[in-house]
C-alpha cells in the first residue's frame, strides 16, 4: 500500500508547484496525507459523475487536473448540486490532488503531449519558466579539514547537479593572511603574514540552501574568519514552461492541419485564417489559452492551436496574419489526463490506475443547417 503523500510527492516532482500561475490552486487540496491508497483516479474535473465514480471503483485519491473549491464556496452540503458530490467524497474518505497549470508547463506535461500527437519536433516553451536561484560556493580550506566541509556542506543541500549528489570541485592554492590583535589563527600566529597550503573548494547551492550551507560550512571548518565566496549563477534554458512552440516535419496547410488536429483529437474544430496558408512553425496552449497568441507570434508561429479563444481574438489573429484552430477545453485537455494516469502507473507498479471513464465534455457540437 502506498499512503496519498507519497503519490502527491511524486506529482511535485514530475509537475512542481513553482510552475504553477500565481492564480492557481495546486497540490493535495483534500483529504489525509497519511491515509494508505491502492487505487487512483485521474480526472479533468471532479464532477458528480467522476467522483461517484472514484467512490464506486474504491479509489483512495483523485488526481484532477482542475482544482476544487477554485473559487470560494460557503456551504458545502449534501443536498446542494455543486457541493454534494464534496460531501460524498469526504465520507468515502477519498483524496484530491490537482496539478493543473504546473503540469500544463511540465517537461513532459499537457502541452508536450499535444505536441507529440501532432507531431510536431523541437518543441520548446512560449513562456519559459523562471530557473530557481542558485549560486556557486567557494570556500578556502586546509587539506585536514576539507572532508568535513564538504560533509556539512552536502548535508545542508550544496553540490546536487541533476540526478547526482555530492559534486564539488578541488584545486590546490596558496593563501595568506594576517592576523590584527584581537585574532586566534588555526594556523600560524597573529601579528605576521602567514602563508598557507590552501584547496579552493567550490560547489553548487539552490538559493532555498544558501544561509544553511554558509552556516555549515562555517561550523565545520577550522579557521577563525573562513574566506567564502558566493557568485550568483545564470541557469541553461529548460523544458519547463507554459505552453509551446515547435515545427512539423513538413509544412503543410492550415486547412489540412487543422484537419489533422481534428481527426487526432476526435473532434470538430474551428478555424480562423486562410486555409490554403502554408504552417510550419505550430504552437500550442491546452485549455484556455488564447492569450499565448501574440508571445507566439512573436515566436514566428504560423498557428496556435488552443482549447478556447474569444470572438476578438479571432479577429486579432486573422488581423495578424497566424492561423487560430480551437479545438475545445475538453479535447486539448483530456488526452494529457490519460498520460498522467499511465505516468502514475509506471511510477507506482503496485497501484490500479485509470483515467476516469464516466467523465465527458459537457459541449456538445450540434450542427443543422446548411454547411459553413
Given at each position: 500500500?502506498?499512503?496519498?503523500a507519497?503519490?502527491?510527492?511524486?506529482?511535485?516532482?514530475?509537475?512542481?508547484?513553482?510552475?504553477?500561475?500565481?492564480?492557481?490552486?495546486?497540490?493535495?487540496?483534500?483529504?489525509?496525507?497519511?491515509?494508505?491508497?491502492?487505487?487512483?483516479?485521474?480526472?479533468?474535473t471532479?464532477?458528480?459523475?467522476?467522483?461517484?465514480?472514484?467512490?464506486?471503483?474504491?479509489?483512495?485519491?483523485?488526481?484532477?487536473?482542475?482544482?476544487?473549491?477554485?473559487?470560494?464556496?460557503?456551504?458545502?452540503?449534501?443536498?446542494?448540486?455543486?457541493?454534494?458530490?464534496?460531501?460524498?467524497?469526504?465520507?468515502?474518505?477519498?483524496?484530491?490532488?490537482?496539478?493543473?497549470?504546473?503540469?500544463?508547463?511540465?517537461?513532459?506535461?499537457?502541452?508536450?503531449?499535444?505536441?507529440?500527437?501532432?507531431?510536431?519536433?523541437?518543441a520548446?516553451?512560449?513562456?519559459?519558466?523562471?530557473?530557481?536561484?542558485?549560486?556557486?560556493?567557494?570556500?578556502?580550506?586546509?587539506?585536514?579539514?576539507r572532508?568535513?566541509?564538504?560533509?556539512?556542506?552536502?548535508?545542508?543541500?550544496?553540490?546536487?547537479?541533476?540526478?547526482?549528489?555530492?559534486?564539488?570541485?578541488?584545486?590546490?592554492?596558496?593563501?595568506?593572511?594576517?592576523?590584527?590583535?584581537?585574532?586566534?589563527?588555526?594556523?600560524?600566529?597573529?601579528?605576521?603574514?602567514?602563508?598557507?597550503?590552501?584547496l579552493?573548494?567550490?560547489?553548487?547551492?539552490?538559493?532555498?540552501?544558501?544561509?544553511?550551507?554558509l552556516?555549515?560550512?562555517?561550523?565545520?571548518?577550522?579557521?577563525?574568519?573562513?574566506?567564502?565566496?558566493?557568485?550568483?549563477?545564470?541557469?541553461?534554458?529548460?523544458?519547463?514552461?507554459?505552453?509551446?512552440?515547435?515545427?512539423l516535419?513538413?509544412?503543410?496547410?492550415?486547412?489540412?492541419?487543422?484537419?489533422?488536429?481534428?481527426?487526432?483529437?476526435?473532434?470538430?474544430?474551428?478555424?480562423?485564417?486562410?486555409?490554403?496558408?502554408?504552417?510550419?512553425?505550430?504552437?500550442?496552449?491546452?485549455?484556455?489559452?488564447?492569450?499565448?497568441?501574440?508571445?507566439?507570434?512573436?515566436?514566428?508561429?504560423?498557428?496556435?492551436?488552443?482549447?478556447?479563444?474569444?470572438?476578438?481574438?479571432?479577429?486579432?489573429?486573422?488581423?495578424?496574419?497566424?492561423?487560430?484552430?480551437?479545438?475545445?477545453?475538453?479535447?486539448?485537455?483530456?488526452?494529457?489526463?490519460?498520460?498522467?494516469?499511465?505516468?502514475?502507473?509506471?511510477?507506482?507498479?503496485?497501484l490500479?490506475?485509470?483515467?476516469?471513464?464516466?467523465?465527458?465534455?459537457?459541449?456538445?457540437?450540434?450542427?443543422?443547417?446548411p454547411?459553413?
Amino acid at each position: 500500500m502506498r499512503t496519498v503523500a507519497e503519490v502527491a510527492g511524486w506529482l511535485e516532482g514530475f509537475a512542481p508547484s513553482r510552475l504553477a500561475e500565481a492564480w492557481d490552486n495546486v497540490g493535495l487540496l483534500w483529504g489525509d496525507p497519511g491515509a494508505e491508497v491502492d487505487r487512483v483516479m485521474t480526472c479533468l474535473t471532479v464532477t458528480a459523475e467522476s467522483a461517484d465514480e472514484a467512490i464506486r471503483e474504491g479509489a483512495g485519491l483523485i488526481v484532477s487536473h482542475h482544482p476544487i473549491l477554485f473559487r470560494e464556496t460557503k456551504r458545502i452540503r449534501a443536498d446542494l448540486p455543486g457541493t454534494g458530490f464534496l460531501w460524498r467524497l469526504a465520507r468515502a474518505g477519498v483524496a484530491i490532488a490537482s496539478p493543473h497549470t504546473a503540469f500544463d508547463g511540465a517537461a513532459d506535461g499537457i502541452n508536450v503531449g499535444l505536441c507529440r500527437r501532432l507531431g510536431l519536433v523541437d518543441a520548446v516553451p512560449i513562456r519559459p519558466a523562471a530557473a530557481p536561484a542558485a549560486f556557486k560556493v567557494v570556500v578556502f580550506t586546509p587539506e585536514a579539514d576539507r572532508d568535513a566541509v564538504l560533509a556539512a556542506a552536502f548535508a545542508a543541500g550544496a553540490g546536487r547537479i541533476g540526478d547526482y549528489s555530492e559534486c564539488s570541485f578541488a584545486i590546490p592554492g596558496r593563501g595568506t593572511f594576517f592576523g590584527g590583535e584581537s585574532t586566534d589563527p588555526a594556523v600560524g600566529a597573529k601579528g605576521r603574514r602567514e602563508t598557507v597550503a590552501e584547496l579552493r573548494v567550490e560547489m553548487v547551492c539552490p538559493g532555498g540552501q544558501l544561509a544553511a550551507v554558509l552556516a555549515a560550512v562555517r561550523g565545520a571548518h577550522s579557521y577563525e574568519e573562513p574566506a567564502i565566496d558566493v557568485y550568483p549563477t545564470e541557469s541553461a534554458p529548460t523544458a519547463l514552461g507554459s505552453g509551446r512552440i515547435g515545427r512539423l516535419e513538413e509544412a503543410r496547410s492550415l486547412g489540412e492541419f487543422a484537419r489533422t488536429a481534428s481527426r487526432v483529437l476526435g473532434v470538430a474544430v474551428q478555424v480562423a485564417g486562410d486555409l490554403d496558408t502554408p504552417v510550419e512553425r505550430v504552437a500550442v496552449s491546452c485549455g484556455a489559452g488564447d492569450d499565448f497568441l501574440g508571445d507566439a507570434a512573436r515566436m514566428g508561429a504560423q498557428v496556435l492551436l488552443t482549447g478556447e479563444a474569444r470572438f476578438h481574438r479571432a479577429l486579432e489573429a486573422r488581423a495578424m496574419g497566424v492561423g487560430l484552430i480551437v479545438a475545445g477545453h475538453h479535447a486539448t485537455e483530456r488526452p494529457g489526463v490519460e498520460d498522467l494516469a499511465g505516468r502514475i502507473a509506471l511510477a507506482f507498479p503496485d497501484l490500479i490506475v485509470w483515467p476516469s471513464r464516466d467523465e465527458s465534455d459537457p459541449l456538445v457540437l450540434l450542427h443543422d443547417g446548411p454547411p459553413t
